[in-house]
């Protein structure tokens, strides 16, 4: 019987420093056949492992049509991915994946898509704004939200010139607080704050968000009161995984297990549920 | 199928089949059955009883009423062992080959909770370890004549007796057990002991007995409109008073049959070079069960923690495997030191 908790050796092949605490690592299965036929949706997510440190979900932040690698970005936070953060280019780490469920791409087709993300969250999207880029054509307008705590704590700043380039696409971004005497030509505030120059309306458009989830939770609040719908907007939960394949209960919510029903989920999915379920972070 | 020879007429022993072990030949069949297999029963410790590997016959009680900790501990270990690792990604993953079991004197409660498990287990990217040990393991229930005083099966349709699930089916008509096949295993194992088949008329007798047990229950939960009363009573006082009293030790969980959450740690051995990836039961109940790194955590309040527990056995289990998450085994009641009990919840919010 396969054994789905096995995971394969993967090999560092670039690491590439994103802000002072987090980091984005070009990897390759050791064996040339699992690479060939691993592919993954955008959304979804891999266990990667520490070996004798442990275990964690990850999302995949690349190029879907690129089969030849696969990246993560990864925020330095606790056990695994403080030692990651250790590793050198050839190192190996464990792989298993890719699990869950993907943004509806297929939803998505000849629509506008508005991308609303906040610090790391903005990792799980990255494969669908290269999708966008990519098959420009199946898509309608698109606009990106970006806020971070800090400019120096934004994601793929080598990238915004690109996104921005593109036909009918808008980047927006916004930070909490501007640190020194940095020049900082865009928005001071919470991501919500973009909304007053956006210019997605419900129109034809599906919303797409990711970002811890007190921010989520204004973020759907917000747009709600804009006359989105709870069938067009979709969230990306973060749950504690120690498995990634519905068998060991911890990122339940309600009825669904979150690694396997989500991590993106469909807001009318999970309006149902009591708010305590859900379970909003409470943080100390 | 074989004929049973020795009766001095021609019955042809299979699934439905009826067969008598008289009691007095009990240790003799637990002794054949440990030729072929290794024998997990109910035996006696202190003033309770535990699921244990029966190294002597004469150690099997069928007069027990419910034991601490289910049979779920041979199929969903407590500690189980994923593979071993090396620094460089190498791996070994753990042998799962197993002797054959019998789980010997299961109760029906556990059987149903068994099935719950096949399912969390067995769907979508099976659990090998878990898959490996259950495929092992034969059945032999033991339907309930005695109810324990937490017991409440009978209201949902998980007791005192069993429909299926067995590979043989033990009722105690007084003198005799009367055995009832219920698969091609379980067929082998009456042809190869020697069990004398029993007439029809045994099962009149054993429907008499349970009938009788039925009248026994002291506590009852009604499913009748579970779901709605759930759903509406999210924030029935009960949750403040059960705040108050719970101390979120997870004792509840530990002992429950039907619980399958696990968590996963990597031990290191002394080398440096080498270790484990193991797994070890959790519980939903304790604190570190949903913290996130930088000290998040999404059931931080012991309110949201008690509910966790109720709604997942009572409302969740449902969409999740289409079934009840509660098997009325009457053992989180028993293992709660503040006497917390599922199915007084249950009555409080009916208002009854
Ligand atoms: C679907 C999904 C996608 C994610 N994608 C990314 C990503 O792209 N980039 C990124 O930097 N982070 C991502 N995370 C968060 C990441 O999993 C945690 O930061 C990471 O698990 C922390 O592990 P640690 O050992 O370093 O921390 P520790 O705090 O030392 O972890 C201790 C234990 O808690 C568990 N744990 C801790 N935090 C989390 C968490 N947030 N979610 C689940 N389990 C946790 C660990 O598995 C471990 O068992 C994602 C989480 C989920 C659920
Ligand atoms: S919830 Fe309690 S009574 Fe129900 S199956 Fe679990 S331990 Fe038994
Ligand atoms: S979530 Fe809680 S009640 Fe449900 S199976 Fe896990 S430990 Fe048991
Ligand atoms: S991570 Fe184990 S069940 Fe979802």
């Not at chain 1, 797409?208 to 006359?227: D, H, S, W, Y």
């Not at chain 2, 299926?164 to 005799?176: I, K």
């Not at chain 2, 519980?283 to 790194?293: D, K, N």
């Not at chain 2, 009840?324 to 009854?352: F, N, P, Q």
Request: charged share 25%; aromatic share 8%.
């Amino acid at each position: 019987m396969l054994n789905p908790f096995r995971p394969e050796p993967a090999v560092i092949k670039e690491i590439k420093k994103e802000t002072h605490d987090t980091t984005t690592y070009t990897l390759t299965f050791k064996d040339a056949n699992i690479q060939a036929d691993y592919f993954f949706q955008p959304g979804q997510f891999n266990m990667i492992t520490i070996f004798g440190i442990g275990e964690a979900p990850i999302s995949i932040s690349s190029d879907p049509d690129n089969r030849s690698s696969f990246q993560h970005t990864v925020r330095h936070v606790g056990n695994v991915t403080n030692k990651l953060a250790t590793l050198q280019e050839g190192a190996i780490v464990g792989v298993r994946g890719p699990y869950g469920t993907g943004w509806p791409i297929d939803l998505m087709q000849g629509k506008n898509v508005l991308i609303v993300a906040g610090g790391i969250g903005l990792a799980p999207l990255r494969p669908v704004i290269l999708h966008l880029i990519k098959h420009r054509a199946e898509f309608g307008k698109v606009e990106i939200l970006y806020g971070a705590r800090t400019p120096n704590d934004m994601l793929y700043t080598d990238q915004y010139a690109d996104w921005s380039r593109q036909d009918r696409f808008r980047v927006l971004f916004t930070v909490d607080r501007i640190t020194g005497d940095r020049q900082w030509p865009h928005r001071v505030g919470v991501v919500t704050t973009l909304f007053q120059e956006m210019e997605s309306t419900p129109e034809n458009t599906l919303v797409l968000t990711c970002g811890p989830e007190i921010m989520m939770q204004f973020v759907v609040k917000n747009l709600l009161q804009r006359g989105f719908n709870q069938q067009q907007i979709y969230v990306s939960l973060e749950r504690r995984m120690n498995c990634g394949v519905r068998k060991c209960g911890k990122c339940q919510i309600g009825p669904k297990f979150v690694c396997r029903d989500g991590p993106v989920f469909a807001l009318a999915e999970l309006a149902a549920l009591p708010e305590e379920t859900l379970g909003g972070v409470a943080i100390e | 199928m074989a004929i049973a020879k020795h009766l001095g007429f021609n019955e042809r022993i299979g699934i439905g089949s009826l067969a008598l072990l008289p009691k007095d030949h009990l240790y003799d069949f637990v002794d054949q059955l440990m030729e072929e297999f290794v024998v997990v029963g109910p035996v006696a410790k202190g003033s309770e009883f535990v699921f244990s590997e029966i190294r002597d016959p004469e150690q099997v009680r069928l007069d027990y009423e419910t034991t601490i900790l289910p049979p779920k501990k041979v199929l969903h270990r407590p500690f189980q062992t994923l593979f071993s690792f090396r620094e460089d990604g190498g791996i070994t993953e753990e042998e799962r080959i197993n002797k054959r079991q019998v789980l010997f004197g299961v109760h029906p409660c556990d059987v149903h909770a068994i099935s719950i498990l096949d399912k969390a287990y067995g769907s979508e990217y099976p659990d090998p370890y878990y898959m490996a040990h259950r495929e092992q393991t034969l059945i032999i229930a033991l339907n309930c004549t005695q109810v324990g005083k937490n017991c409440f099966c009978h209201s949902l349709d998980t007791g005192p007796s069993l429909k299926e699930g067995y590979d043989l089916l033990l009722t105690d008509l007084g003198c005799s057990y009367l055995v009832e096949v219920g698969s091609e295993s379980g067929t082998g194992i009456v042809e190869r002991t020697g069990l004398a088949l029993a007439p029809r008329v045994k099962m009149v007798e054993k429907e008499k007995r349970l009938d009788n047990a039925r009248k026994k229950f002291r506590k009852r939960l009604l499913t009748q409109g579970l779901h709605e009363l759930l759903e509406e009573n999210f924030r029935h006082p009960i949750w403040e008073e059960l705040i108050k009293s719970c101390l979120a030790c997870g004792s509840c969980t530990m002992v429950c049959p039907t619980c399958f959450c696990y968590n996963v740690v990597d031990k290191i051995d002394l080398s440096l070079k080498s270790g484990r990836r193991q797994r070890e039961w959790d519980s939903c109940m304790l604190l570190e069960y949903a913290q996130v790194a930088l000290g998040h955590n999404f059931r931080r309040d012991r309110d949201a923690r008690i509910k966790q527990r109720i709604y997942h056995k009572l409302l969740y289990y449902e969409p999740q495997f289409g079934t009840l998450g509660c098997v009325g085994c009457g053992r989180c009641i028993s293992a709660c030191v503040k006497k917390i009990d599922i199915t007084e919840i249950i009555v409080r919010m009916r208002g009854e």
